[in-house]
């Protein structure tokens, strides 16, 4: 299912202010690449005022909310590296932000595919530290 990336929804060495327009990256992204509605972008910040989308590590998943289902065309992922890192709240910063729109309940397979990967610090330092989107895919299509 992680070969939905390419390199257009992938974002390097972002640099940003604050969990929202690290969202609103993550959403642009998805939003470029045809697999979602403009709107969704406003339903992943509203999810993240619900509850964090931080998963630990160093790692956020920023999603839409469920009423958000029908503005997903495609399911897709995208890829934000933020090597200085950016608050999540609660003093958790997140450095590798993964926009996830999935339709039906695919976005539940890529999440379990992503767990697998990020539950390793080290894999989250490697993945933030790839110099280009070819090695992150590679990185991520191997499993690191």
Do not use: C, W
Request: glycine fraction near 10%.
């Amino acid at each position: 299912m992680l070969n939905i990336l390419s390199a257009d929804k992938i974002a390097l060495n972002a640099k940003v202010a604050n969990k929202n327009e690290a969202i609103e990256l993550a959403g642009k992204l998805l939003v470029n690449a045809g697999h979602v509605e403009e709107s969704y972008v406003e339903k992943m910040k509203e999810r993240e005022e619900l509850l964090t989308t931080f998963m630990g590590n160093g790692v956020a998943i920023p999603h839409g909310t469920n009423d958000a289902k029908e503005l997903i065309k495609t399911t897709g992922i995208s890829i934000i590296q933020v090597p200085n890192g950016v608050d999540f709240g609660d003093g958790n910063v997140a450095r590798f932000i993964i926009g996830i729109a999935g339709v039906g309940d695919e976005h539940l397979e890529i999440l379990s595919e992503l767990a697998v990967l990020v539950s390793e610090e080290e894999n989250v330092d490697k993945l933030v530290q790839a110099a280009t989107a070819e090695e992150l895919m590679a990185m991520i299509q191997e499993g690191m």
